[in-house]
């Protein structure tokens, strides 16, 4: 299984392969026919309550995980992820600054333990 994270403001690359952007909101500054993507998968992303609580503080990432990974306990979208995966290079596409600490990142991590 081959998956990557990378932010939807970076350059696409040949080697992305399925290009799935993976949070609520549409990227700031971006209209959709400017970014090459696959799909986007709103209901994979966290909750917008969960969103919020988080806001991006480090302190909370640990806990941002556990309670994000319980949302997506039973969502059928996740198989269908793992499926492009197994298939092929997935790239999950997030818009945040933080590029460790993010909801794509939490998934990667989601998807490659179940």
Same mark, same amino acid.
């Given at each position: 299984?081959?998956?990557? *994270?990378?932010?939807?403001?970076?350059?696409?690359?040949?080697?992305?392969?399925?290009?799935?952007?993976?949070?609520?909101?549409?990227?700031?500054?971006?209209?959709?026919?400017?970014?090459?993507?696959?799909?986007?998968?709103?209901? *994979?992303?966290?909750?917008?309550?969960?969103?919020?609580?988080?806001?991006?503080?480090?302190?909370?990432?640990?806990?941002?995980?556990?309670?994000?990974?319980?949302?997506?306990?039973?969502?059928?979208?996740?198989?269908?992820?793992?499926?492009?995966?197994?298939?092929?290079?997935?790239?999950?596409?997030?818009?945040?600054?933080?590029?460790?600490?993010?909801?794509?990142?939490?998934?990667?991590?989601?998807?490659?333990?179940?």
């Amino acid at each position: 299984m081959r998956i990557q *994270v990378k932010r939807i403001y970076d350059e696409p690359d040949d080697s992305d392969g399925k290009r799935i952007f993976v949070e609520r909101l549409w990227p700031r500054g971006k209209k959709k026919d400017e970014l090459r993507i696959d799909a986007w998968e709103k209901s *994979v992303a966290p909750s917008s309550e969960l969103r919020k609580w988080f806001s991006h503080d480090p302190a909370k990432w640990d806990e941002f995980k556990r309670k994000y990974w319980a949302e997506l306990g039973g969502n059928p979208k996740i198989e269908e992820l793992k499926e492009y995966a197994r298939r092929g290079t997935l790239t999950l596409l997030f818009s945040a600054k933080d590029r460790d600490r993010n909801s794509a990142v939490a998934l990667k991590e989601y998807l490659e333990k179940s």
